[in-house]
């Protein structure tokens, strides 16, 4: 076990005690206490713990919606946070640096699978056509290809899913957060999706941070991040191959 | 760059075109509204201008004969003839009446005037102008009435000859055409009883009925049942630039009030009907807040339903700008829809009105901006929402 912030590889995650604290004076409440964590590039990292430990909030702060109090944190080689310091465009990290795939899928109802992909890029200010290029792209290494033209609402629960997995590389984000991927999957699909999530960390030197209460993927992680009373702790994981 | 409102609406579409259809039957009433008091000021407009007048003469310290009444005798116009810039001038007479109609009453209003005088009817739709001296009648179509059919007006009946259109009191009411005479004796004259009872009082009068001079009781009693009085006195002038000209010479010599076009369309549609485009105008203020709120709602409605989209959407880092274009373009696309109904509704039944509807063209473009305006002020709220929402909701 360890607990000591390594320099991450590119495109990866540092983070050197983070703290986050809620409220102030009498009524403030300490989320975070000290949380460092090391991601590299190409890994995908499990974070586990109990409710209420601070999982949700080390996601928010990881995902640049809410600021820490104190600490500092590196994502894809640029400090994001550093003791009160933060970069200026927290909108434009997200939609560039970090990549987002949620418990629900959350795809666009009125978008079709092709354009909920393409957004991420248009919003960028990428074409239109080469937006849809690297969707299709995406969709065919997903596996999705043929539902690019169906409606979110026509897709299966897994299909729904590596959409948003699309999504979230759309943009080639160096970072990605997984708030309980797999929750609503069977164990063959869940095992699936932590397959396509280790393949594209693996082909775009992606940092992923899976965040799980899954018993059927825990054993998939080499290395897991434990989070309790709001203090990380590194353990070792099984490693299990998921090809 | 994807319209992420466009999509919505394409997804929804039967949601917008409902909702849109809802709204647009609202905006085709304030339409209609509109309609109704451009109608009004149209009808007092064509009022003036079929009269064929350029000058009003009426009774001094009256604004009448639409808008007041006003008694003036029939023997005026003789002496307005005599003046300079006269050149055509001719008594006429206005009154209200119902008029029954093979079992149904209908409201109009009886035009005394002289055939081929101002007054007349400029043009007939069918049928011929009156050349009889009594009995005989021109009607609006819109009293319902057809050539030969017979009209009773007080004590007698006219027959119908010609029809005219478009030829309406500052009120509405369709009009009746009858000669002068008719009019006079229909307008001034008293029922057999009152006639009968006055008879009895001038003969029991000893001041009148004098043994001694023969002819006087008889002579007053004449006078008692003949009627001199018009409502007024249309005048043609020579050269319309003369009117008021001619006008102030009338006023002046005669002790008569006179009013040019311009004065009596002042008295028309700034006075006779100001309460009642202040009424219309009430209901036009109510109906564009309650359109405005209903817009609101719905738009407000819809954003809550897209909470977790719009916080997705703000967490993979999409401008506030865009979700607020988004909301705004939706706010205007339904306003849209709404205007499209509403209008193609206003169209379709502004005919069936009783009352002339005047659906303009430049009425129509303004209810479009301020229906645009209003629905981009009613997505505030939506917006206010949306830019709102936390990020972080996608995520919790």
């Known amino acids: 076990m360890t607990n000591t912030p390594q320099t991450p590889r590119a495109g990866g995650i540092m983070i050197e005690g983070l703290r986050k604290v809620y409220g102030q004076g009498d009524m403030a409440f300490e989320a975070l206490k000290n949380v460092n964590m090391t991601v590299a590039g190409g890994e995908v990292v499990g974070l586990v713990g109990p409710s209420g430990s601070g999982k949700s909030t080390l996601l928010k702060c990881l995902g640049a919606i809410i600021e820490p109090t104190a600490g500092k944190m590196t994502l894809g080689g640029d400090v994001i946070y550093d003791h009160g310091w933060k970069i200026p465009d927290l909108r434009t990290l997200r939609r560039d640096r970090i990549g987002f795939i949620f418990q629900a899928p959350y795809l666009i109802p009125f978008l079709d699978v092709t354009d909920n992909v393409a957004l991420l890029p248009m919003l960028a200010g990428v074409g239109n056509l080469k937006s849809r290029e690297r969707a299709l792209e995406l969709l065919k290494a997903l596996d999705v290809a043929h539902r690019a033209k169906a409606e979110p609402s026509q897709l299966s629960g897994g299909e729904q899913q590596r959409v948003s997995i699309a999504r979230a590389l759309a943009n080639r984000p160096p970072v990605i957060l997984a708030d309980e991927p797999t929750a609503p999957l069977d164990s063959e699909r869940a095992l699936g999706v932590m397959h396509i999530l280790n393949q594209m960390a693996k082909q775009s030197q992606t940092a992923i941070i899976v965040v799980t209460h899954d018993e059927k993927i825990i054993p998939t992680f080499k290395r897991i991040y434990q989070i309790r009373d709001g203090e990380t702790i590194e353990v070792k994981g099984e490693g299990r191959s998921v090809d | 760059m994807i319209s992420l409102a466009g999509r919505d609406i394409l997804h929804s579409w039967q949601k917008f075109v409902l909702t849109g259809m809802g709204l647009g039957l609202l905006i085709g009433v304030t339409l209609t509204m509109a309609g109704v008091y451009r109608g009004m000021v149209d009808d007092a407009k064509a009022l003036l201008s079929n009269s064929g007048a350029d000058v009003w003469v009426v009774q001094k310290d009256t604004q009448g004969p639409y808008a007041e009444p006003s008694t003036i005798k029939d023997d005026v116009v003789r002496s307005l003839l005599g003046m300079p810039g006269v050149m055509r001038a001719a008594n006429v007479t206005y009154f209200t009446m119902q008029i029954s109609h093979r079992g149904y009453d209908t409201r109009a209003m009886v035009v005394g005037m002289e055939s081929g005088q101002p007054g007349e009817p400029s043009h007939l739709i069918a049928g011929r102008y009156l050349t009889r001296s009594h009995y005989e009648a021109i009607a609006d179509v819109k009293t319902g009435f057809a050539i030969g059919d017979r009209i009773g007006i007080r004590r007698h009946e006219y027959t119908v000859v010609g029809l005219t259109q478009r030829m309406v009191s500052s009120g509405g009411d369709p009009m009746v055409f009858i000669a002068i005479k008719d009019a006079q004796d229909a307008q001034f004259l008293k029922d ?137 373009q939706q706010a205007m696309g339904l306003g849209f829809i709404g205007f499209i109904v509403g209008k193609i509704a206003a169209t379709f039944w502004a005919p069936v009105f009783p009352k002339f509807v005047l659906l303009e063209p430049g009425d129509a473009v303004t209810g479009f901006i301020v229906t645009l305006l209003i629905c981009a002020l009613a997505s505030t709220l939506a917006i206010r929402v949306a830019l709102a929402v936390d990020p972080g909701e996608a995520i919790s």
Do not use: C
Not at chain 2, 290 to 301: E, G, K
């Open chain 2, 192 to 328: 057999n009883d009152a006639i009968l009872n006055d008879r009895v009082r001038t003969a029991n009068n000893p001041a009148i009925n004098r043994p001694a001079v023969p002819g006087v009781l008889e002579a007053v009693q004449a006078t008692q049942t003949s009627s001199h009085n018009v409502n007024a006195v249309l005048v043609q002038v020579e050269g319309t630039s003369k009117s008021e000209q001619v006008a102030q010479s009338i006023r002046r010599w005669k002790h008569l009030e006179a009013f040019t076009r311009k004065g009596m369309e002042e008295i028309l549609v700034v006075k006779l009907i100001a309460t009642s485009a202040k009424q219309i105008g009430m209901f036009l203020v109510i109906l564009a807040i309650v359109s405005a709120a209903i817009v609101a709602f719905i738009i407000y409605t819809m954003t809550l339903g897209k909470i977790r989209e719009i916080a997705v959407l703000k967490l993979i880092g999409t401008r506030n700008g865009t979700i607020a274009w988004m909301i705004l």
